[in-house]
């Protein structure tokens, strides 16, 4: 393989990686408003912390389904918990679909508020175009990631480019209460371990693809890179608004509204391409296990798949995140905390 081969495949998997951790949540800003936000100039150490597991995290599990040339998450979990690792399989099943049901609740919520069209026809759209991209395996991801992921950025760095020249918010202001070190390090690790957990499907299929560790190597690193940049920059411009920015359920729209309606009509193209990057790496991990379980046909799996997350969207965004999420990041801590150990040794 040549250098020029090389770097991009890197630049592939790294994109891949992004695109499972951006959803709705980041780039809504809500997710970035709730771990980070809200510790003023001591959210910069939080994001500092999560982008290092990203890195390395990301890296170990690239290099575990490298070794175990992984077909699915699966093989990955039994190497690391043994005996248990059906307990932990069924964890990771019920996330990854948690996720991508949430995703598409949201795809159907945005299409019924910025296109009028009902929310199970958004969902219905959003599904197809799913499997379409899912039926053609890591080299739809990979293609799907390549165009989405450079849009995302640039936008990304539009907004915070915008908020430097406003006169808003002191960022290196404190936040008006006590922060403690457990608070700084608890938020880097909670979002990097729930985020993490859930891209170990694509990551692992990735690894397991390429002969080349460097390029593993390099896949890992520029995708926690970039996270820990947009991650930087998404806070930075949420800060420029506080506190009024505390009010707003789409922190992000609140600042795009005072960019114009060129930005306006970006900023949901943007919020569609996170979900659709997201959803994309959660079906085919499931989609993955699903036909590694029973063996069933690629195809007859993916639609499965496809259809129960469909159902379970139908349940809606916000009770999703609230009854569902708090949980899976908790079991996600300690799924990577195991991961993190055995790895060292």
């Known amino acids: 393989m040549s250098r020029y081969s090389r770097v991009m495949l890197g630049v592939r998997i790294a994109f891949a990686y992004v695109g499972t951790v951006i959803g709705a949540g ?37 290099k575990m389904g490298f070794e175990l040339r992984s077909r699915s998450f699966r093989d990955t ?27 598409l609740a949201g795809a ?39 165009w989405i992921i450079p849009v995302i950025v640039i ?9 430097l020249q406003v006169d808003g918010y002191a960022v290196d202001a404190a936040p008006g209460f006590d922060v403690t070190v457990f608070d700084i390090v608890k938020a ?20 397991s693809g390429v002969d080349d560790p460097r390029v593993l ?27 009024e920015i505390y009010e707003f359920e789409v922190p992000m729209l609140y600042i795009v509204h005072r960019m114009g309606p060129f930005f306006c009509a970006a900023f949901a193209v943007v919020m569609w391409g996170a979900i659709l990057t997201t959803l994309v790496a959660n ?3 499931v989609a993955c296990a699903v036909n590694d379980i029973f063996k069933l046909p690629v195809r007859i799996a993916l639609l499965l798949t496809i259809v129960a997350c469909a159902v379970l969207s139908f349940i809606g965004f916000s009770r999703i ?19 993190l150990f055995l790895t060292k040794k």
């Open 188 to 207: 880097g690790i909670s979002y990097a371990s729930f985020n993490i957990v859930l891209a170990v499907g694509v990551l692992t299929s990735a690894g």
């Open 217 to 243: 190597k390099m896949g890992g690193v520029l995708g926690g890179v970039i996270l820990g940049a947009m991650l930087l920059m998404s806070n930075y411009s949420l800060m420029r608004y506080e506190p």
């Open 26 to 62: 980041f780039a809504s800003g809500q997710e970035i408003l709730q771990f980070f936000t809200m510790y003023g100039k001591y959210s910069v150490f939080s994001i500092l912390l999560a982008t290092f597991l990203f890195v390395w995290v990301g890296i170990s599990v690239l």
């Open 155 to 163: 936008f990304n760095v539009s907004v915070f480019v915008y908020s």
């Open 283 to 285: 079906v085919f991990s």
């Open 321 to 339: 995140v609230a009854f569902i999420y708090p949980l899976l990041g908790v079991i996600g801590f300690i799924v990577i905390s195991v991961m």
């Open 77 to 103: 979990m039994k190497l690391v918990f043994g005996r248990v690792s059906p307990f932990v399989n069924a964890y990771m099943m019920l996330a990854i679909m948690t996720i991508a049901a949430a995703m």
């Open 108 to 146: 159907g919520a945005l299409f019924e508020e910025y296109v009028c069209i009902p929310f199970y026809i958004g969902v219905g759209i959003t599904a197809l175009v799913v499997w379409v991209i899912v039926a053609f395996g890591l080299k739809g991801i990979f293609a799907i990631n390549t």
